[in-house]
Nanobody, 115 residues
C-alpha cells in the first residue's frame, strides 16, 4: 500500500530556510503526480505545490510562489520541498500526498516559524 514518510521540519526564525523530504513506497512513484499540502493550526488542509512525474511541470499556491521549490528524485522515490524566506504564516504540519486534497498522505512534519 501507499506509504509516505515526511521529514525535515523544525523550528526556524522568519526569513530562514528549511528543506522537507518525503520518501515514498508501495506504489510506482515515478508514474504519479506528487503534492505537498499543509495544515495550519485550527485550519483545514491546504494544497501547497505539485510536480508531474517527469519534473517538467510544477505549480504553487500563490502565497509561496518564489519562496518554495518542489522537486523529486524518481530513482530514490523522494519528494522534496525547499522552503526559503519563511514567514510565520507558513507554520503548519506539512504532508506529502498522492492527490491534491491530501486524502492519501503521510504522517506529516511540523514546521514552526517564529522569532
Amino acid at each position: 500500500q501507499v506509504r509516505l514518510v515526511e521529514s525535515g521540519g523544525g523550528l526556524v526564525q522568519p526569513g530562514e530556510s528549511l528543506r522537507l523530504s518525503c520518501v515514498a513506497s508501495g506504489f510506482s512513484f515515478s508514474d504519479f503526480w506528487m503534492y505537498w499540502v499543509r495544515q495550519a493550526p485550527g485550519k483545514g488542509l491546504e494544497w501547497v505545490s505539485q510536480v508531474n512525474p517527469g519534473s517538467t511541470f510544477t505549480r504553487y499556491t500563490e502565497s509561496v510562489k518564489g519562496r518554495f521549490t518542489i522537486s523529486r528524485d524518481n530513482a530514490k522515490n523522494m519528494l522534496y520541498l525547499q522552503m526559503s524566506s519563511l514567514k510565520s504564516e507558513d507554520t503548519a504540519v506539512y504532508y506529502c500526498a498522492t492527490d491534491p486534497t491530501g486524502a492519501d498522505r503521510g504522517q506529516g512534519t511540523q514546521v514552526t516559524v517564529s522569532s
